[in-house]
Structure formats: structure tokens, C-alpha cells
């Protein structure tokens, strides 16, 4: 009996002793940043769940160093980055960050078509080069080691564009408040004039049909780790030609050849994932209102999306996203009205049309599967070739195997005759491959079919430098 009551008296002990380490608390007694040859030091450790001083369980430090694993990722200043913690004694520990920066500077050639998606300029459009924006770029992302970003546009082709853009996310000591300029000039010869079997129609002329300016100052707030705030107020300008005009009397408010407009946008996210360009685990929020001020043609709106990813385990994954736009018309005109295929609002199976309407919700349910991964080698025994790849970061691709299905529903206050997708349920399903590398690249090649049996190939993504 003495020997029993012994057994149960050291195990109980023992579970204790076990809750009483995970318990522990550690204090971080110093952060040590390596390979952080731009970026200030303080930009790092804005990214971090703990600071110098910061008390943290031993049972969670594991996890906290996944998440400023991953923020600092999410940057997009960083090829890697490895967190670790050293303990130094019973009570203190140490954090050592190695970061790999990436190339910060592109004066990249411009090259991009202007239709809403590639299988759009591919096969609709026959991959005509008319319809091609082109010229050059210069990109400086982390132009003073802030995590400033500045870039500079000079595009001709389709569009005539010039493009200047700033923005600095911190202004504060707390590195909270940030700030950003913006402006832009366009003009175009062709323009979508109207939407029939919803399907965009062109009109394209030797005269500009279109042109404008836009400017525009944003303000930032990040209260937390992963919470966003963001105020833009704009300024702009938007006319059409006669021919234009004559093609769409309704392409502005009150047949108007022009729309002068004041405008803010309010938004707020909080994100939080594993990895922002192609998220596996975690979850979203993100809502934007806008309004645009118009001499009494205003225009309302508002967009909320949600997506949640998770593992399965480190080879599965699957993804749900649910997006919903809504606008409040004063007056029904073409350029206000346009809603499905347009910016996020996209649904697999449908990149050929577009739907006009006043509301619209899209659901996407994904399973991934990790087919395997590939490292591009460094040498290839060809002297000059080696040289060069000695200066280039390693590159390595991760092949994604997936399923998919999108429901979607737009509601339209006055639906065109044409129309075969507005205010009727919208399906597809399909199957794809997604490769990811290296500057958040992420290339999507989807087979998928839809409602009306239309089955097709389509190639979405690109790179973020």
C-alpha cells in the first residue's frame, strides 16, 4: 500500500514539474539581427510577437518564432529568414534573426496586356499586341531601408500612362502611422463601350477615346501585429470623346462627356498568414467601403472578403474564400455598374465574362496537394554561366496539385436582355497545377468548366517585385 501511494505521489510530481516548465516564463534578454545589409533594424523588429524585455512561456516560443518567421516574409524584403532562440540561463534567452535580402531595385521592362486576365488577351483577343501596354518601370522598393516603396512609370502602347507613386509606412516613433502620394495620366484610343451576352465590347479609333488624372494621398495605421487601417482621399478627372459618347450616352452619370470627382476609400484587414502570396494556414479579413463624391452623382460601395486556409498536414491543404461586393447607384450608368470579373471579383471557369449588376457574392473552396519541389542547380559546368549563377539568389520550385469549385451570384437592379448571368446562380469546378518560386511568384494553370459547359485552360498569376 506504502509503495503504491509512493508511485502515484511521484507521479503526480512529476506531471507537475512537466506544467510547471511548460509554465516557465523566459525573459528576452537581446535580439541580434545578421544580413540586414539595407534594411533598418527597427523595420525587423516591427514584425516580431515579442520585444528586449518581453516575458514569453517556454512552451510558446516555438511558435512565436514561426510567426516572425513568417511576418518577416510577408514583407516581401526578405528571400529567408531564420528565427532562433538561445537560452541563456534558468530565466533569459536570446533571439538571433538572419535575414537574406532581396534585389530591391527593377527598372524592369513593361510589358502587359490590358485585358482583365490572359486567357481574356490570349484567345479572346487573339494575343494582339495592339492591345499591350509596354515601356518601363523603375521599382525601388526599400528605397531607404523603411520598407519604402517608390515607383515611376513611363507606358506607352494600349495606354498612355505616366505613374508616380510613394509611400512611407512609418512615420512614428511607434511605427504606427505611415503615409503615401500617388499620381497618374492616362489616355487611351480604345475603350469597353458596353456589355453584351456578357461579354466586353471594344470601339477602338485613331483618336483618343479616353483619357484622365488621378491623384491621391493615403494615410496608414497599424495598431498591431496584424491589423491594418487605411484612409485614401483622391482627386480626378475622366472624359470621353464625342464618338465615345455617341457609342454610350450612359458611360457617365447624366450623359456627361466627363466625371470630375472627389473620393475616399476606408479599408481594414487583418491578415494572418503562414504566407500571404499562397496562404496554407491562417485567416483574413479584409473590408473596404467607398465613396465617390460627384456633383451629385455619387456612388457607394462596399467589399468584404474572408479566406481561411489550413493544413491537413505539411502535403494537404484547403483554402475557403468567401467575397461580396455591394454598390449604392444614384444614377444607373455603364462605368459604375460593372461587377463580376472585374479586379478581385473573379470566379474560376467564367475569365470570359464579365456581369454588371449592383451586388455580387462569390464562395471558392480549394484542396491542395504538394506534388514535390525542385531546386534549380548552381553549376552547370559552363564557367561563364557559373559566375553568374554564384550572384543570383538559390531558386526552387514547389508544385501544387488542386481541386476547386466557385459559386457565385450577381444581382442586377436592370439586367440587360443579353444577359445570361446576372440574377441566376453561377458554378464551375476544376482542377489546376500552381508553381511557386522566388519573389513571390505564383503561376496558376487551371482546368476548370462552368454552368453554361464551356471547359477551357486558363493561365492566372505573375511575380512580385
Known amino acids: 500500500m506504502f509503495k503504491k501511494s509512493l508511485s502515484l505521489c511521484i507521479l503526480f510530481l512529476f506531471f507537475i514539474g512537466i506544467q510547471f516548465k511548460a509554465n ?11 544580413g540586414n545589409i539595407k534594411t533598418k533594424a527597427y523595420i525587423i523588429l516591427r514584425e516580431l510577437p515579442y520585444k528586449i524585455g518581453s516575458q514569453i512561456r517556454e512552451d510558446s516560443l516555438t511558435s512565436l518564432n514561426t510567426v516572425a518567421k513568417q511576418q518577416l516574409i510577408n514583407t516581401s524584403l526578405f528571400l529567408d529568414a531564420q528565427v532562433t532562440a538561445q537560452q541563456v540561463d534558468s530565466q533569459n534567452l536570446n533571439i538571433l534573426i538572419k535575414v537574406t ?43 531607404t531601408g523603411n520598407n519604402d516603396r517608390l515607383t515611376v512609370g513611363l507606358i506607352t502602347g494600349y495606354t498612355q500612362q505616366s505613374v508616380l507613386r510613394y509611400q512611407f509606412p512609418y512615420l512614428d516613433k511607434k511605427l504606427r502611422f505611415g503615409m503615401g502620394l500617388g499620381w497618374q ?6 475603350i469597353n463601350t458596353s456589355t453584351l451576352a456578357d461579354k466586353q465590347v471594344f470601339f477602338k479609333t485613331q483618336d483618343v477615346m479616353q483619357k484622365g488624372y488621378r491623384a491621391n494621398v493615403n494615410f496608414f495605421y497599424r495598431p498591431s501585429l496584424f491589423e491594418r487601417h487605411s484612409l485614401q482621399i483622391g482627386y480626378g478627372n475622366t472624359s470621353i470623346n464625342d464618338t465615345a459618347l455617341l457609342l454610350q450616352p450612359k458611360y457617365f452619370p447624366n450623359y456627361a462627356k466627363s466625371l470630375s470627382y472627389f473620393d475616399l476609400n476606408l479599408s481594414y484587414s487583418k491578415i494572418k498568414f503562414d504566407y500571404n502570396a499562397y496562404p496554407s494556414e491562417g485567416n483574413s479579413n479584409e ?67 464579365v456581369i454588371d449588376g449592383n451586388a455580387g457574392s462569390i464562395f471558392k473552396a480549394e484542396w491542395h496537394y504538394l506534388l514535390g519541389s525542385f531546386d534549380v542547380p548552381k553549376t552547370s559546368g559552363i564557367g561563364l554561366v557559373d559566375k553568374i549563377n554564384k550572384r543570383l539568389p ?28 446576372s440574377n441566376t446562380l453561377l458554378r464551375s469546378a476544376g482542377v489546376g497545377l500552381d508553381i511557386l518560386s522566388i519573389y513571390d511568384l505564383v503561376i496558376k494553370i487551371d482546368y476548370s468548366v462552368n454552368q453554361l459547359g464551356d471547359k477551357g485552360v486558363y493561365l492566372h498569376g505573375g511575380i512580385n517585385f
Open 24 to 34: 516557465a516564463q523566459l525573459k528576452v534578454a537581446h535580439i541580434e539581427i545578421e
Open 101 to 143: 535580402e532581396r534585389w530591391y531595385f527593377f527598372p524592369l521592362p513593361y510589358f502587359k496586356w490590358v485585358d482583365r486576365n490572359l486567357s481574356e488577351w490570349w484567345n479572346t483577343q487573339h494575343h494582339s499586341l495592339d492591345r499591350v501596354n509596354y515601356g518601363i518601370n523603375f521599382k525601388q522598393a526599400n528605397a
Open 185 to 190: 495620366y492616362f489616355t487611351q484610343k480604345e
Open 287 to 353: 473590408l473596404g467601403i467607398y465613396q465617390r463624391f460627384s456633383g451629385g452623382y455619387n456612388l457607394t460601395s462596399f467589399q468584404f472578403r474572408k479566406v481561411h486556409a489550413h493544413h491537413i498536414n505539411p502535403s494537404h491543404f484547403y483554402l475557403l474564400e468567401s467575397n461580396n461586393q455591394g454598390k449604392i447607384l444614384a444614377n444607373q450608368n455603364y462605368m459604375d455598374s460593372r461587377l463580376m470579373g472585374y479586379g478581385n471579383m473573379q470566379m474560376n471557369g467564367f475569365e470570359y465574362y
Open 394 to 421: 538559390d531558386i526552387k520550385y514547389h508544385f501544387w496539385l488542386k481541386a476547386f469549385t466557385n459559386v457565385g451570384y450577381a444581382y442586377s437592379e436592370h439586367p440587360t436582355n443579353s444577359s445570361k448571368l
